[in-house]
Every structure is written in structure tokens, then in C-alpha cells.
């Protein structure tokens, strides 16, 4: 069998293996490759561009709040951990540590950057002096790493890339408008721009960051009925202020600690991709972060190859100058196997164009989401290129809706969740009476941890789904990766 051939061969379903399945397609689609450093991928070009589009989307948005990018050392010294108490225990099993340098032992251990709280932290306590140097709103595009034990490509690796937004304010209410409006940028960003349904809410206190007062999350269900958590922002009250000394002269002329934020998304928003909107056939994009939008693919005979390529060629040119990310493909292969290189791919939108589409001024579009044909005068191609865009945005974005709406539900008791969990994966709203002890007990008898304790619960539950009590909080539990 050639290597082309075998390229195409179908993957492993996703019923049947849905871990092999993600394997499969991201190896198919050409997107990694192992490195030989334990938990560590290499990004290959496709996947790259998809994590360029989304830097530059959310890059946009957070210089339109007044955010700016910086960029801060990847080197932490020891001592720096020791001042935030939670923090370092909480990053403590993952740090990797710089020992010697330069043929010489180090003074001071140096951990590899797992976040910058702390060395941000120690810079701002050096630039902030006064109220009039408030609010300080900084950004960092960065890799970071964390020692995990158990790897999944994008979703979960020993390094990977992120942005991690940092700021300081001067009072409580302004720092919390900063993180709920960060909290709100992910989740539109989500929606909007990758098709992914997301339920916003605050963590419980065991699942908060290391260091936080309150941490909020934005959470996704994949087609296995896990959850990713698909971004995080955090109000850090004081906790790192104090720990840093990071004070300002206030209005009163007194001196006062800032309060602070961090927020970030990383790639792993990649692997959420993949998993949310793939399917038997390969991956699926949402346009809007598709390295290719559409491919042109001439069709016919050889002897109408030239005047078909032509014409091709200058479709070509016409999509590029609107704006989009568009490829002609003329190889000398058969015009079914690009079909399903592509569907495997991901590509939104496939046009085919052969001698009697040029007879009549036409070209046909192909939907990777609907499978939809749709015959198209030449005349209207652009305009109806960016209309079906924005018709296969909406479909992925309601049918991953339609597919964690018949995965969500609702229980009262800790054997209803174990039963739904066995019959039906998915999401659960459960009440919770607050108790650390409860919560633990679910994980350890279900697997199932608290996503986070939504905004607007579909339903609010009045008893602990554990011990009875009375419920302080609704809450959404599921397996997660």
C-alpha cells in the first residue's frame, strides 16, 4: 500500500476509542510529533498557525482593554516561591530546578517558569510607587512548564505556550472588574471564535490557583463528555502584594498594598479544538482559526488540466486579496483523495471547479460540517465564500451546544452521579454543602471533580448530593482532562 494510500485510511472511531481517535487524528492531520524529551511535542506548522491565529485575535482584544505585552525571565530563584506559601506548595511536585550553570553549582536553585506571579510580582513592587502608576495592565505571550506525570499532546504537556496576563490595582472593586472582564473576553472568544459552548463560574475553594483569593473558569465538554478548562482568571486579593511588597502611596498619602489579577489560556485550547468539533473523519475547524479556509481543487480531464488551473489560480487570487487563507491544490493526485486528505484536515470549505463548471460560470462548494453542495456563479464566489464561513461557524458552535445540552444534567444524590456517569457521560449539576470533604468524597468514589460553580445554573439544587445538608452552591461536576 503506497504512503498516500495509508495517509487517508480511516482512523479509530471515536465510539470505540476516543483517546486513540485524538491520537490518530492529530497524527494524520500533521499537526505534532513526539520530541525525545519526556512530555514535550513539537508544534509542526498547521498547529503553530492555528495557536498564531489565536495570539492574534486575543492579543487584539487585550490591547483594545489597554493591556500591553511585556516579556519577563523564564528563570525563577528559589527564594522568590518561598514568599507565597500556597503557591509554592500548590507548584511545588511540577517545578523543574536549574541546579548548575556554566560547569559552576548555582548559589540558588533556579526553577524553570510554571507561572509569573512571582517574578512579576517582584518587578512591579520596583516600578509601582503611587496611585498615578495604577492600574498596571501587562500581558506576557510566554512557555512554561510544569513536570506532568501523565501527557496528553496539547491538552496536557511537561511545556507548553500560553499568555498570562498580570495587573495591579488600587483597590478591590477595581481589580475584580479586571478579572470578570478577562473572565468575559475568554468566554466570548470562545464562542465566537472557536465554536466552543462554554459554562463560566467561580472554583471551588480546592480547586482555586495556588495563591488566589477567587478563581473563575470558563469550561468545555469534549465529545467524550470531559471537561477542559478552557481558560482561567483569578483576583489574588493581596496575597502577592504583601508577599512582594508590592506598595503604593495612596490618595491620602498613606502607603497601601495593590490588589492584583493573573489570567491566562494556553494551548491546550488546541486540543480542545480537536476534541469538541472532530469527528470519524478527521478534524474539523472552525473557520475563523483554520490555517486554510478554503482549498480550490481543479478537476477534469488532462487535456482541459491547463485552462482549469488557470481559472483556479485566479479564484485564488481573488479569495486571498478578500482576506482569506485559501490553497490551490493541482498535484497530480486523484480528486477523491484530496477530498478526504482535506475533510481530514479540517478544512471549512472545498471548492471544485472542472471544464463544465468553467462552461457555466460556476464553481460548487463543498461544507466539511453539513457536507453540503451548493452550486455557486463564479460572479458571487467571494460573497458566497464568507457567507458559508459564517454559516459553518454557527453550525459548529449549535451542534457542539446541541451535543453538551444532551450531555448535562442534573442529580440530587452521590448514586444518581455514579449512575449517570456509568449509563451517560457528561456534565452534572449537583448541589454542595461547602464541605472539602464532600467534594473529595465525589472525586474519589466517581473520578468526577467540581468544574466550577456556574453563573447561571439551569436549576439550583437545595441538598449536598453527598451528606444531605443544606447546599451552599450548585455546582457543575464532571471528569476532566
Same mark, same amino acid.
Given at each position: 500500500?503506497?504512503?498516500?494510500?495509508?495517509?487517508?485510511?480511516?482512523?479509530?472511531?471515536?465510539?470505540?476509542?476516543?483517546?486513540?481517535?485524538?491520537?490518530?487524528?492529530?497524527?494524520?492531520?500533521?499537526?505534532?510529533?513526539?520530541?525525545?524529551?519526556?512530555?514535550?511535542?513539537?508544534?509542526?506548522?498547521?498547529?503553530?498557525?492555528?495557536?498564531?491565529?489565536?495570539?492574534?485575535?486575543?492579543?487584539?482584544?487585550?490591547?483594545?482593554?489597554?493591556?500591553?505585552?511585556?516579556?519577563?525571565?523564564?528563570?525563577?530563584?528559589?527564594?522568590?516561591?518561598?514568599?507565597?506559601?500556597?503557591?509554592?506548595?500548590?507548584?511545588?511536585?511540577?517545578?523543574?530546578?536549574?541546579?548548575?550553570?556554566?560547569?559552576?553549582?548555582?548559589?540558588?536553585?533556579?526553577?524553570?517558569?510554571?507561572?509569573?506571579?512571582?517574578?512579576?510580582?517582584?518587578?512591579?513592587?520596583?516600578?509601582?510607587?503611587?496611585?498615578?502608576?495604577?492600574?498596571?495592565?501587562?500581558?506576557?505571550?510566554?512557555?512554561?512548564?510544569?513536570?506532568?506525570?501523565?501527557?496528553?499532546?496539547?491538552?496536557?504537556?511537561?511545556?507548553?505556550?500560553?499568555?498570562?496576563?498580570?495587573?495591579?490595582?488600587?483597590?478591590?472593586?477595581?481589580?475584580?472588574?479586571?478579572?470578570?472582564?478577562?473572565?468575559?473576553?475568554?468566554?466570548?472568544?470562545?464562542?465566537?471564535?472557536?465554536?466552543?459552548?462554554?459554562?463560566?463560574?467561580?472554583?471551588?475553594?480546592?480547586?482555586?490557583?495556588?495563591?488566589?483569593?477567587?478563581?473563575?473558569?470558563?469550561?468545555?465538554?469534549?465529545?467524550?463528555?470531559?471537561?477542559?478548562?478552557?481558560?482561567?482568571?483569578?483576583?489574588?486579593?493581596?496575597?502577592?502584594?504583601?508577599?512582594?511588597?508590592?506598595?503604593?502611596?495612596?490618595?491620602?498619602?498613606?502607603?497601601?498594598?495593590?490588589?492584583?489579577?493573573?489570567?491566562?489560556?494556553?494551548?491546550? &485550547?488546541?486540543? *480542545?479544538? !480537536?476534541? @469538541?468539533?472532530? +469527528? =470519524? %473523519?478527521?478534524?474539523?475547524?472552525?473557520? $475563523?482559526?483554520?490555517?486554510?479556509?478554503?482549498?480550490?481543487?481543479?478537476?477534469?480531464?488532462?487535456?482541459?488540466?491547463?485552462?482549469?488551473?488557470?481559472?483556479?489560480?485566479?479564484?485564488?487570487?481573488? &479569495?486571498?486579496? *478578500?482576506? !482569506?487563507? @485559501?490553497?490551490? +491544490? =493541482? %498535484?497530480?493526485?486523484?480528486?477523491?483523495? $484530496?477530498?478526504?486528505?482535506?475533510?481530514?484536515?479540517?478544512?471549512?470549505?472545498?471548492?471544485?471547479?472542472?471544464?463544465?463548471?468553467?462552461?457555466?460560470?460556476?464553481?460548487?462548494?463543498?461544507?466539511?460540517?453539513?457536507?453540503?453542495?451548493?452550486? @455557486?456563479?463564479?460572479? =458571487?464566489?467571494?460573497?458566497?465564500?464568507?457567507?458559508?464561513?459564517?454559516?459553518?461557524?454557527?453550525?459548529?458552535?449549535?451542534?457542539?451546544?446541541?451535543?453538551?445540552?444532551?450531555?448535562?444534567?442534573?442529580?440530587?444524590?452521590?448514586?444518581?452521579?455514579?449512575?449517570?456517569?456509568?449509563?451517560?457521560?457528561?456534565?452534572?449539576?449537583?448541589?454542595?454543602?461547602?464541605?472539602?470533604?464532600?467534594?473529595?468524597?465525589?472525586?474519589?468514589?466517581?473520578?468526577?471533580?467540581?468544574?466550577?460553580?456556574?453563573?447561571?445554573?439551569?436549576?439550583?439544587?437545595?441538598?449536598?448530593?453527598?451528606?444531605?445538608?443544606?447546599?451552599?452552591?450548585?455546582?457543575?461536576?464532571?471528569?476532566?482532562?
Amino acid at each position: 500500500m503506497s504512503k498516500e494510500k495509508q495517509f487517508v485510511k480511516e482512523i479509530t472511531p471515536q465510539n470505540e476509542d476516543f483517546s486513540r481517535w485524538y491520537i490518530d487524528v492529530i497524527k494524520k492531520a500533521d499537526l505534532m510529533s513526539y520530541s525525545p524529551v519526556r512530555g514535550c511535542i513539537v508544534f509542526k506548522p498547521d498547529s503553530y498557525e492555528i495557536w498564531e491565529l489565536i495570539q492574534k485575535e486575543l492579543d487584539a482584544r487585550f490591547k483594545e482593554t489597554g493591556h500591553r505585552n511585556a516579556y519577563f525571565p523564564m528563570f525563577i530563584p528559589e527564594s522568590f516561591f518561598q514568599k507565597e506559601k500556597e503557591h509554592v506548595e500548590g507548584f511545588n511536585p511540577e517545578l523543574p530546578w536549574v541546579t548548575e550553570a556554566g560547569g559552576e553549582k548555582l548559589e540558588e536553585r533556579l526553577a524553570i517558569r510554571p507561572t509569573s506571579e512571582t517574578m512579576i510580582g517582584h518587578m512591579y513592587s520596583e516600578w509601582i510607587n503611587s496611585y498615578r502608576d495604577l492600574p498596571v495592565l501587562i500581558n506576557q505571550w510566554a512557555n512554561v512548564v510544569r513536570w506532568e506525570k501523565r501527557t496528553q499532546p496539547f491538552l496536557r504537556t511537561s511545556e507548553f505556550l500560553w499568555q498570562e496576563g498580570h495587573t495591579a490595582h488600587e483597590d478591590e472593586a477595581d481589580a475584580r472588574r479586571e478579572t470578570m472582564q478577562m473572565l468575559d473576553i475568554y468566554r466570548d472568544f470562545a464562542e465566537n471564535y472557536l465554536a466552543i459552548p462554554v459554562i463560566m463560574g467561580q472554583k471551588t475553594p480546592s480547586e482555586k490557583f495556588a495563591g488566589a483569593v477567587d478563581t473563575y473558569s470558563i469550561e468545555a465538554m469534549m465529545k467524550d463528555g470531559k471537561a477542559v478548562q478552557a481558560g482561567t482568571s483569578h483576583y489574588l486579593g493581596t496575597n502577592f502584594a504583601v508577599a512582594f511588597d508590592i506598595k503604593f502611596l495612596n490618595r491620602e498619602n498613606q502607603h497601601q498594598f495593590c490588589h492584583t489579577t493573573s489570567w491566562g489560556v494556553s494551548t491546550r &485550547l488546541i486540543g *480542545a479544538l !480537536i476534541m @469538541v468539533h472532530g +469527528d =470519524d %473523519r478527521g478534524l474539523a475547524l472552525p473557520p $475563523k482559526v483554520a490555517p486554510t479556509q478554503v482549498v480550490i481543487i481543479p478537476i477534469g480531464p488532462a487535456k482541459t488540466r491547463e485552462q482549469v488551473v488557470a481559472r483556479a489560480d485566479e479564484l485564488f487570487l481573488e &479569495l486571498k486579496k *478578500a482576506g !482569506i487563507r @485559501v490553497k490551490v +491544490d =493541482d %498535484r497530480d493526485q486523484s480528486p477523491g483523495w $484530496k477530498f478526504n486528505e482535506y475533510e481530514m484536515r479540517g478544512v471549512p470549505i472545498r471548492v471544485e471547479i472542472g471544464p463544465r463548471d468553467m462552461e457555466n460560470g460556476q464553481v460548487v462548494l463543498v461544507s466539511r460540517i453539513s457536507g453540503e453542495k451548493r452550486i @455557486v456563479a463564479q460572479a =458571487d464566489f467571494t460573497a458566497e465564500i464568507n457567507k458559508m464561513l459564517a454559516e459553518i461557524h454557527d453550525q459548529m458552535f449549535e451542534r457542539a451546544k446541541q451535543f453538551r445540552d444532551e450531555h448535562y444534567g442534573a442529580v440530587d444524590t452521590l448514586d444518581e452521579m455514579k449512575q449517570f456517569l456509568d449509563e451517560k457521560r457528561g456534565f452534572l449539576l449537583a448541589g454542595w454543602c461547602g464541605s472539602a470533604a464532600c467534594e473529595a468524597q465525589v472525586k474519589e468514589e466517581t473520578g468526577a471533580t467540581s468544574r466550577n460553580i456556574p453563573f447561571s445554573p439551569s436549576e439550583h439544587k437545595s441538598t449536598c448530593l453527598v451528606c444531605g445538608e443544606k447546599a451552599e452552591h450548585t455546582v457543575v461536576f464532571g471528569r476532566a482532562y
